[in-house]
């Protein structure tokens, strides 16, 4: 996960203790750490969580190496788009793909594909119809925000979902041969009348709770199964 606030009520939900730090990692997990839950951690000189795709990155590298994990769900926030049916408070799980939005390498050989990402993901039918997610097409960037090409490149990834690190995790994940899936819920709407950064701030209590919700649901239904 990559902010402490997403992951405030799963952590006090299941009374995960902190059992490490690789900086900046923190990683905490339940009695059996059967369940880890490892959080990007804070910037020491910002004072800000460690968003985006470098962060994710190094935080599933340190996961897989240390933990061995037989499935990676990357949870958080995300932004929706009303032109896909998605509404604040929806919660999303990943399907087909997971993209990036804002690499734009035109270069001959496979560079332009490399730069798409399009990592996979487990199928995600069943869950989702267990536990009553929307499915979707997750895109990242490292923006909150996005440029006229982003939209363009959005669009082509027929994006239901865009936020900033699960393409960096899912690949880290492919490299390694560890199944992936994304939990989003939906804090602002990409194509709706307001600012990202104030709707992401009014939602992002609820859409964390909301986020905890599914997640119980979601792991209840996998440790049963
Ligand atoms: N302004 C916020 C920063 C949030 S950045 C603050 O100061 O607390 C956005 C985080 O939420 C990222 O981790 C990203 O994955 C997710 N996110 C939510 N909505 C997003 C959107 N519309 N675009 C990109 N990322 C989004």
Not at 163 to 189: R, S
Not at 194 to 205: I, P, R, V
Request: hydrophobic share 40%; net charge negative.
């Amino acid at each position: 996960m990559a902010m402490q606030g997403e992951a405030d009520p799963i952590i006090k939900y299941f009374g995960l203790k902190e059992i490490a730090f690789h900086n900046p990692v923190r990683v905490f997990a339940n009695e059996d750490q059967s369940l880890i839950l490892s959080l990007n951690g804070t910037d020491a000189k910002h004072k800000v969580d460690n968003i985006g795709t470098q962060a994710a990155t190094l935080n599933a590298h340190i996961v897989i190496q240390n933990y061995k994990p037989d499935l990676i769900i990357n949870c958080g926030t995300a932004g929706g788009f009303i032109s896909k049916g998605g509404k604040i408070g929806d919660v999303y799980i990943a399907t087909e793909k997971i993209c990036f939005h804002d690499r734009r390498i035109d270069l001959p050989g496979g560079f332009k594909a490399y730069a798409k990402g399009n990592f996979p993901c487990i199928n995600s039918d069943e869950l989702a119809a267990k536990t009553q997610l929307k499915q979707g097409i997750i895109s990242s960037s490292d923006a909150l925000d996005f440029t006229e090409t982003d939209t363009k490149i959005m669009q082509e990834n027929n994006a239901s979902v865009k936020e900033m690190e699960a393409a960096a995790i899912a690949w880290v994940c492919e490299i390694n041969q560890v199944p992936f899936t994304a939990i989003k819920a939906i804090t602002d709407i990409v194509d709706g009348p307001h600012a990202t950064g104030e709707e992401f701030l009014k939602n992002f209590e609820m859409a964390s709770f909301a986020l905890k919700e599914k997640m119980l649901e979601i792991l209840n239904f996998l440790l049963v199964k």
